[in-house]
């Protein structure tokens, strides 16, 4: 490639990066806003909204929410998503594409499908309007990506490995916990880092799933921006770009660290 391809082509990825991240430079600096309504560029600096944010009880039990139910469904979501790759990697199951194609639909179907078919599913049980409901439905959106970011580990996992362990007499749970445990680690924190950020996000599900109780920080914030647009919603937007952008350098680093011990295996 010439010189003046290379050129446009990092001109049009700037560009690109800059669409992506303009509404960033927005919501940021409108959440330091001294004022109490929406002027860019803020008239004066202040604290205000997030101690808002930090006060308000509504505000508070949204976070708890979001926290309790993010965790326990990233728990379930990476044991089920490392037995399910495990499996799939493991056995010659027949229809076996078919079976990846089903677990991998939470992350290709419509996710108003989901919650519209997961809350005719859990009202008979008892478990709309709960945390555990929610918990439930997280861990099932979450579980495609741990089951990805596994599959992905396993590719580089040398299976001799498992033999000599059989053979120095080591049984399936010692074997999968001292050899191959160690080495797809890093693949399955990269799961749950994505299946927490997924939850993180989620909206739709809690507005169809979840009662008064069971409010998260992004139905929170939809919540507000029908009823008044106050920055209170920027500081809790700013909160979680600055998780998700944690989870997405953690992710990476976690990525990195995974490719360098599949090279360090392979010589």
């Known amino acids: 490639m010439s010189a ?8 049009l990825a700037a560009a690109t990066a800059l669409f992506l991240i303009a509404p960033l430079l927005v919501v940021v600096p409108l959440s330091f ?14 604290l205000r909204w997030y101690e808002a944010l930090w006060q308000s009880p509504f505000w508070r039990q949204a976070g708890l929410n979001t926290l309790i139910i ?16 495990i499996g799939l990697w493991l056995a010659p199951l027949p ?7 089903l677990i991998l639909s939470p992350m290709i179907v419509p996710v108003i499908i989901t919650a519209v078919a997961l809350t005719f599913a859990f009202a008979p049980l008892g478990l709309a309007a709960s945390h555990w ?12 990506f741990v089951v990805v970011t596994v599959l992905a580990t396993l590719s580089g996992f040398d299976r001799t490995l498992l033999r000599a362990a059989a053979a120095c007499g080591a049984g399936p749970v010692t074997a999968f916990r001292r050899v191959m445990l160690p080495l797809i680690l890093p693949g399955v924190v990269s799961g749950a880092v994505f299946a927490f950020a997924t939850s993180l996000d989620e909206t739709v599900v809690v507005l169809f799933l979840g009662g008064p109780e069971q409010r998260t920080l992004p139905r929170q914030m939809f919540a507000g921006l029908k009823d008044t647009i106050e920055l209170t919603i920027l500081a809790a937007a700013t909160v979680l770009i600055a998780a998700s952008t944690v989870l ?12 360098r011990l599949a090279g360090g295996a392979a010589r």
């Open 133 to 144: 409901g929610l918990i439930l439905a997280h861990a099932a959106l979450g579980a495609p």
């Open 95 to 101: 229809g076996r594409r078919a079976i990846f194609a």
């Open 4 to 11: 003046i391809g290379r050129l446009l082509w990092v001109v």
């Open 70 to 85: 993010g965790a326990a469904a990233t728990a379930i979501a990476s044991v089920l998503g490392t037995l399910a790759a």
């Open 248 to 259: 997405l350098v953690a992710a990476r680093l976690l990525a990195a660290r995974s490719a």
């Open 33 to 46: 806003s001294s004022d109490s309504f929406l002027e860019f560029p803020p008239p004066g600096l202040s």
